[in-house]
């Protein structure tokens, strides 16, 4: 399985003098917008692709400043392949809850509409997390190319809507599902 490691920082930093965020390294300095990671004001998110939801909950559960995410861009056919989405910097309503919610759309290789998704929850009536804090997403999405299905590379789309603040990001990533018996 092609992987590519990192270690997402915590924190989106909210510039002190505005209401601007944007994306952060473990250093300190900016990261560029991408399809996958993207933010409008304080409102972030980034899509992320890992082989095994599981191990994402508890590499995000243990208590640390920073999450070791095993992002993939490969998977074999009958292989999962999950997509989360990390978020912060979401509007608070009266009672101190967001209400974010998502949809998914997969494209197959040859552009058709492989699945989507009707809305699922981000984070819904929850409290904002702590300034400058990310989130997992509650709902994730699960996928595995069956072996009758076509391999090359899928469009994972997701649209990530912060109804408080009527804000949408829309984030895209690929993946490319191999057959059986490569060598990844």
């Given at each position: 399985?092609?992987?590519?490691?990192?270690?997402l920082?915590?924190?989106?930093?909210?510039?002190?003098?505005?209401?601007?965020?944007?994306?952060?390294?473990?250093?300190?300095?900016?990261?560029?917008?991408?399809?996958?990671?993207?933010?409008?004001?304080?409102?972030?998110?980034?899509?992320?692709?890992?082989?095994?939801?599981r191990?994402?909950?508890?590499?995000?559960?243990?208590?640390?400043?920073?999450?070791?995410?095993?992002?993939?861009?490969?998977?074999?056919?009958?292989?999962?392949?999950?997509?989360?989405?990390?978020f912060?910097?979401?509007?608070?309503?009266?009672?101190?809850?967001?209400?974010?919610?998502m949809?998914?759309?997969?494209?197959?290789?040859?552009?058709?509409?492989?699945?989507?998704?009707?809305?699922?929850?981000?984070?819904?009536?929850?409290?904002?997390?702590?300034?400058?804090?990310?989130?997992?997403?509650?709902?994730?999405?699960?996928?595995?190319?069956?072996?009758?299905?076509?391999?090359?590379?899928?469009?994972?789309q997701?649209?990530?809507?912060?109804?408080?603040?009527?804000?949408?990001?829309?984030?895209?990533?690929?993946?490319?599902?191999?057959?059986?018996?490569?060598?990844?």
């Open positions: 399985m092609a992987s590519q490691g990192f270690a920082l915590l924190l989106c930093v909210a510039l002190a003098s505005s209401a601007s965020a944007e994306w952060i390294n473990r250093s300190g300095s900016p990261l560029p917008e991408t399809g996958f990671r993207k933010s409008d004001g304080g409102f972030s998110a980034w899509l992320v692709l890992v082989p095994d939801d191990e994402l909950y508890q590499s995000w559960g243990a208590p640390s400043e920073t999450v070791n995410v095993r992002e993939v861009d490969t998977v074999l056919v009958n292989s999962p392949i999950s997509a989360f989405v990390v912060g910097g979401c509007a608070a309503n009266v009672q101190g809850n967001c209400q974010v919610a949809r998914y759309r997969i494209l197959a290789p040859d552009g058709s509409v492989y699945t989507e998704t009707p809305a699922m929850e981000v984070w819904s009536n929850k409290p904002a997390p702590a300034n400058r804090v990310l989130q997992l997403s509650v709902g994730y999405l699960k996928v595995a190319i069956e072996p009758d299905e076509q391999v090359g590379s899928y469009g994972v997701v649209q990530v809507l912060d109804e408080v603040a009527d804000k949408v990001l829309t984030l895209e990533r690929n993946f490319e599902a191999v057959p059986m018996g490569t060598e990844l």
